[in-house]
């Protein structure tokens, strides 16, 4: 769908990682807050709120919230696996591009470190215990083994992308890996084999976290922040998988790769805009070869030419399209809920000019992509004027 | 000793041992698409009614892996490293599965043979089973467990 007359009034964020001694409530109430600063306003100004998080706990969502203010505003959960985030923000811009809300906020939280932990003594019942026999990395490896069957992809290509975005991370100070030093191919190739090929340094964290991102009609952000460059979503393409042969239909897949190249090309065909338009883009590298993958399903090359985009150095920062500026999921981190709202914080902070040594040069459009259990999938473009 | 499913409805057990079981799966009568497991609606053309079919036991490897790490560094001694495949059956559906065999034993495109694998015994003393893909010559009865992961993994994100 196009996105006419909202704008980003707010951006806030915490560090991503391990949160231990820290509740999602105050998680998210320090993201809220962050965000209604930058927007210059209260919770009291804000019209509706969409607050999204996976961890399945009835109604903390709103819990959450009330650690904000308690104002009576409307409150909607969503939950869309690891695409809450950005689902959630795109609920926030049509509330306000549809004329309901004037000021719309979209907040995530979650703590993955207590899921991972829980998952180990509950592996569900019925149809979900036999979902939960296989480790979720496994997923991702079997699409990067048939990858290697068909363009001959190596380990060295996952790792380089991996590498790049641990490297990315280092510049961000809002990222969850900040390495001290640059890593390297070989670096990754040797960390502990998780899933072959997939080494742990191709993987995201388990991560704690929560992000916020407050939407307005753009007069209001003109009226609000006259001195501040503005940045507004313009298009929001949100898909579920549309069956085809060959269709997997027990256990939490990776889910057809159709369904990113279809979802990329209803959002550009809505802003009216091609991958060649795009400064920079964000992507669901939960592992490494998915990056890999979505240059092409994006639309940033052909098929089974990702390698040579890589080793151009194209998608590195100071290449023609850079990917995972912030770090990605693999270094910024990937908390689930919250994991959207912090890429919609990397390319606001990109167009605004205010990421300092990751600043892509004269970026002024941006995507952002995420999938969710394999079955949904959202890309949102942006634009800063 | 009696083998019964981990779940009702997902496959057979045959009552000997040595025969392989098969997928309870349909097929749409009106464009006569199959699917795993089994629906109602056709999810390709919406028919309402699949009829009951059996799938399997052979198929051909999609893609394959091999895991190093128990699920998310879970604290079970009996299984520190396993394969995990899709597999094509010759009707169509894709079969996500466990493998049998090491790290060295699987190729795009092999055949497989559906299979039960034991996971645990219930309070009744039945065995409680599970469906897996193995190459056809491995011997049934004498299975080896998968081998052992360098080490483990404490680490290990990765919403799907």
């Known amino acids: ?385 | 000793m009696p083998r019964v499913a981990i779940e009702d409805g997902y496959f057979t057990i045959p009552d000997d041992p040595g025969e392989a079981p098969r997928l309870l799966g349909s097929r749409c009568p009106a464009c006569g698409e199959h699917f795993f497991p089994r629906r109602m609606v056709c999810a390709k053309c919406l028919h309402e009614g699949c009829d009951d079919v059996l799938l399997g036991p052979t198929g051909r490897l999609y893609t394959w892996t091999f895991v190093h790490v128990p699920l998310f560094a879970k604290k079970d001694g009996s299984v520190d490293a396993y394969g995990v495949g899709q597999v094509d059956l010759p009707e169509g559906p894709r079969i996500q599965a466990i493998l049998v065999g090491g790290p060295d034993d699987f190729e795009i495109g092999m055949e497989l043979m559906l299979d039960l694998e034991t996971l645990r015994t219930n309070s009744r003393g039945d065995d409680v089973v599970i469906y897996r893909f193995r190459p056809p010559t491995t011997n049934v009865s004498e299975r080896p467990r998968p081998v052992a992961g360098p080490e483990r993994s404490q680490t290990l994100g990765g919403q799907p």
């Open chain 1, 1 to 385: 769908m196009r996105i006419d007359g909202a704008a980003i009034a707010g951006i806030g964020m915490v560090r991503f990682g391990s949160h231990r001694d820290r509740s999602t409530s105050e998680l998210a109430r320090d993201a809220g807050l962050a965000a209604l600063h930058d927007a210059g306003i209260t919770l009291a100004d804000v019209d509706e709120a969409f607050v999204g998080y996976i961890q399945p706990a009835a109604m903390i969502g709103i819990k959450a919230m009330k650690e904000l203010g308690l104002t009576g505003l409307p409150v909607t959960h969503i939950e869309n696996a690891s695409a809450t985030g950005l689902v959630a923000f795109r609920e926030a811009a049509w509330a306000v591009a549809s004329g309901r809300a004037e000021v719309a906020m979209a907040i995530a939280f979650d703590k993955m470190t207590d899921m991972a932990r829980g998952s180990a003594n509950s592996r569900g019942t019925g149809r979900d215990q036999l979902d939960s026999t296989i480790l979720p990395a496994a997923y991702f490896a079997l699409w990067a083994q048939r990858r290697m069957h068909d363009h001959g992809t190596k380990p060295e290509h996952f790792a380089a992308i991996a590498a790049k975005n641990w490297n990315h991370g280092a510049l961000n100070p809002f990222s969850h890996r900040q390495p001290d030093h640059t890593v390297t191919v070989e670096e990754v190739l040797a960390s502990r084999m998780v899933s072959s090929p997939l080494t742990a340094m191709m993987a995201c964290p388990a991560d704690d976290g929560a992000a916020c991102v407050i939407v307005a009609s753009t007069e209001w952000v003109k009226r609000h922040q006259p001195d501040r460059r503005l940045v507004r979503p313009i298009a929001s393409a949100l898909q579920s998988e549309a069956y085809s042969p060959g269709h997997t239909f027990l256990g939490p897949v990776v889910g057809p790769a159709t369904m990113t190249a279809t979802t990329a090309r209803l959002a550009y065909e809505d802003a009216g805009l091609g991958p060649d338009d795009m400064h920079l883009a964000l992507c669901h590298d939960a592992f490494a070869n998915e990056e890999l993958e979505y240059y092409e399903l994006l639309g940033f090359c052909g098929e089974g030419e990702g390698e040579k985009l890589l080793e151009a150095g194209d998608t590195a920062l100071g290449g023609r399209i850079p990917f995972n500026t912030d770090g990605g999921l693999i270094a910024r981190g990937h908390p689930g809920g919250p994991t959207g709202l912090a890429m919609v914080h990397e390319i606001v902070v990109q167009l605004r000019g205010e990421a300092g040594a990751r600043q892509v040069e004269g970026a002024r459009r941006g995507l952002a992509h995420l999938v969710g259990g394999g079955s949904v999938c959202t890309v949102n473009l942006f634009e800063s004027e």
